[in-house]
């Protein structure tokens, strides 16, 4: 431990970010991959930071490997690490959810002073993040729980965030997470270089004027580019021709610093459309509840791709190549995502042998649990999230291995084969399947959840807002999350977006062929719960009158529940169905 802390403070000396005290805009505790990757990530966009571990050596390898020759420094304490953050301190951790967490805010609390942040980057409960705000709040700190989705890769070029907390902390920490031009303009551009500050201004007007197709995806969204890379291999005028040019006192400095503004423009987040993906969402533990839908969307994404995937697979006897070619084209289309993507990337890929690796995995789904937080959020607010709800119970029969391969021996179903025209059937599972007519209610239904909690816990949400913060760098990114933040643009106040009128187009469209794909899936006994759920919701929502009616006439015939009646509505009666049970309604129960 001592050798190992002695070579970090002999780094700290040599590396470029000059003096130890004081001198990191933020500390980042935890040494994982996605920690490292954020790391480099604010290093890239000319931020100093502090990197921490438990485990001191690990500090020291990250330092002498992926950030050497940065500006990263390290700590060799907790303490050490404080010392190294100018005020008002910021200290972000990328931990285990749960009482690390919590372990280590304990530790922090006396050595930070009043009004220093403390970001939880990880995968908390919402419910820790109201607690958390609130127990920081009262020891004069600013908690922040941001969700950070994007992965490894989204963490090194541009993830989703999604902060939520004390809102006093938002202007402390919003140039590191969406933008920040003036300061590093002048101090960067202007002193590095002596360039008078007018003409500074009048590089980023060109800039400016220049960014709409300055911007190119090299490969779609599985690429570093798809997180918002520059692509300096197709500039327009007037950039290509300062990159061309040498007419300019033949000074190359000159396209550097053009496109060093434009890689400071794009912030730590991802970028869609010019737009940062990530905004203040809200107060407490808005910013992790926000995350959690997130990922409840996207184990329902997961699972329609899945069942797709097994309709062509099992039902029709379609081969990997032909799936991929499938996905691929769809993919072209209004399905245009990151999951389609590489979905069809992981159907075409071979191992060493020569097989198809997909196939040779097995089919057990694993689970961190935020899909599983969603559904039961959904419980508690009397949200029928549905499909995310089957999404995560059809991982949670995937587990159930041994007990499959035994019933496979021994219950019976359909046998028949698909005997249809296939090229037919796979275009009606494009507009039934992964992220078009199902995808329209998993998301509608998601909303509806985000609009429960903001009721229940006062939190204002912005709902197009949201959406647009998932168009970039995180796994569920897609185009049609620009129709979602078009349909509350133009709507804030919209229910459900089933009712937008671009959604309710959509999915009229789609009628008969999500029917019919659900129809042929039963008759040949292929599982698709995430679809059914999906048009049982739709049916559901689309009727004016549902059996509940006789739900409360059983409730009240067996525990005097009482019920409303339609000419009465708000008045709760009760009646003696037996002539036995008497005239008191209960009051002690709600089964």
């Known amino acids: 431990m001592g050798a190992a802390a002695g070579k970090i403070k002999e780094a700290c000396r040599e ?77 972000m951790m990328l931990v285990k959810a749960g009482s690390a967490v919590d372990d280590f805010i304990e530790e922090l609390i006396p050595l930070l002073d009043s009004g220093d942040v403390i970001i939880d980057g990880g995968n908390s409960d919402y419910h820790d993040s ?47 997470f969406q933008v920040k031009i003036r300061w590093w303009m002048r101090r960067t551009i202007s002193k590095k270089k002596n360039v008078p500050f007018p003409f500074c201004l009048l590089l980023l007007l060109i800039l400016l004027h220049s960014l709409n197709c300055g911007v190119r995806k090299k490969g779609g969204g599985a690429t570093a580019a798809a997180y918002g890379a520059f692509d300096r291999e197709a500039l327009p005028p007037p950039l290509e021709t300062l990159r061309t040019e040498k007419s300019l006192s ?56 899945c069942e797709a995937y097994h309709l062509m697979r099992d039902g029709m006897g ?13 993919n072209k289309s209004e399905l245009d995502s990151f999951l389609i993507e590489i979905t069809a990337n992981i159907l075409n890929y071979k191992d060493a042998s020569g097989e198809y690796l997909v196939e ?8 961190k649990g935020t899909g599983k937080w ?8 009397g949200t029928p999230v549905t499909l995310i709800g089957e999404s995560v119970f059809a991982r949670c029969l995937s587990s159930l291995k041994d007990d499959r391969q035994l019933a496979s021996k021994i219950l019976e179903g359909p046998t028949q084969e698909f005997t249809g025209n296939r090229d037919e059937f796979v275009e009606h599972i494009r507009k039934a399947s992964a992220l078009y007519a199902s995808k329209i209610v998993s998301y509608a239904q998601g909303f509806m959840l985000l609009r429960e909690a903001a009721k229940e816990y006062n939190w204002n949400l912005n709902y197009g807002g949201i959406a647009l913060m998932w168009r970039g760098g995180c796994i569920i990114r897609s185009v049609f999350l620009g129709n979602i933040k078009t349909a509350f643009d133009k709507d804030p106040t919209l229910t459900n977006l089933l009712l937008d009128d ?10 008969e062929s999500w029917r019919e794909v659900v129809a042929s899936a039963v008759k040949l006994g292929v599982p698709v719960p995430a679809f059914s759920a999906a048009l049982s919701f739709y049916d559901g929502f689309r009727r004016e009158k549902l059996p509940a009616n006789l739900i409360q006439a059983q409730r009240d015939y067996f525990g005097a529940h009482t019920y409303e009646l339609l000419s009465e509505p708000g008045k709760f009666v009760h009646t003696n169905w037996t002539g036995k049970g008497g005239e008191i309604s209960s009051t002690a129960y709600n089964a």
Not at 54 to 72: H, I, M, P, Q
Not at 79 to 86: G, I
Not at 318 to 330: H, I, K, R
Not at 502 to 511: E, G, M, P, R, V
Request: glycine share 10%.
């Open 15 to 91: 590396g470029k970010a000059g003096p130890e005290a004081e001198t990191a805009d933020l500390a980042l505790i935890g040494l994982a991959v996605m920690g490292q990757n954020l790391i480099m990530n604010m290093n890239d966009n000319k931020f100093v930071v502090c990197a921490f571990n438990r485990t001191v050596e690990k500090v020291e390898r990250f330092l002498e490997n992926e950030a050497k020759d940065s500006n990263v420094i390290g700590a060799t304490s907790l303490k050490d690490m404080v010392t190294k953050l100018k005020k008002p301190r910021k200290v």
């Open 130 to 176: 109201i607690r958390r705000s609130k127990y920081l709040e009262e020891k004069g700190l600013l908690f922040v729980g941001t969700g950070v989705s994007g992965g490894e890769e989204g963490a090194r070029y541009g993830p989703s965030l999604m902060p939520g907390g004390n809102p006093k902390a938002w202007p402390l920490i919003k140039d590191i």
């Open 250 to 305: 033949g000074k190359w400095w000159v396209f550097e610093l053009i496109t060093g503004i434009f890689v400071w423009l794009q912030g730590i987040a991802a970028k869609a459309d010019g737009e940062p993906c990530c905004d203040w969402v809200g107060e407490d533990g808005a910013g992790h509840f926000v995350k959690m839908v997130h990922n409840g969307i996207e184990y329902g994404d997961m699972q329609l791709i």
């Open 318 to 330: 379609m081969n990997n190549d032909e799936m991929s070619e499938v996905l691929t084209d769809w």
């Open 360 to 367: 040779k995995i097995r089919d057990t789904a694993g689970q």
């Open 374 to 381: 969603t559904a039961i959020s959904s419980l508690e607010l």
């Open 502 to 511: 671009f959604f309710k187009t959509a999915i009229h469209s789609c009628q």
